[in-house]
Nanobody, 121 residues
Framework: QLQFAESGGGLVQPGGSLTLSCAAT????????IGWFRQAPGKEREEVSC????????TYADSVKGRFTISRDNHKNTVYLQMNSLKPEDSGVYYC??????????????WGQGTQVTVSS
């Protein structure tokens, strides 16, 4: 089973920045498209961003475009999510997981524990 370890979350004021990391155990992240998702209390999990394996194509939810940047470091077997200009509505637990070809959602994806992001003054 694929295992992920998300880290980098925390408490930040509105307008602040955080960088989340997604590390993999037992497999190479570079072989898969990787997506970041988030879930706020009482809401469904939503896709935030994805980075494909081919030409490193990236996608972003409209709510984070221009503020978040997804990237890979294959040497470190890690995918990052740089989050700038954070808003209270960005709060939630952030997860990473593998996606299918062309960043399609994988219904059989494995999920880690996630990392909590709280944006509040």
């Amino acid at each position: 089973q694929l295992q992920f370890a998300e880290s980098g979350g925390g408490l930040v004021q509105p307008g602040g920045s955080l960088t989340l990391s997604c590390a993999a155990t037992g497999f190479k992240l570079e072989l898969y498209p990787i997506g970041w998702f988030r879930q706020a209390p009482g809401k469904e999990r939503e896709e935030v961003s994805c980075i494909d394996t081919i030409e490193l194509n990236t996608t972003y939810a409209d709510s984070v475009k221009g503020r978040f940047t997804i990237s890979r470091d294959n040497h470190k077997n890690t995918v990052y999510l740089q989050m700038n200009s954070l808003k209270p509505e960005d709060s939630g637990v952030y997860y990473c997981t593998t996606m299918l070809y062309d960043c399609q959602i994988d219904p059989a994806a494995s999920w880690g524990q996630g990392t909590q992001v709280t944006v509040s003054s």
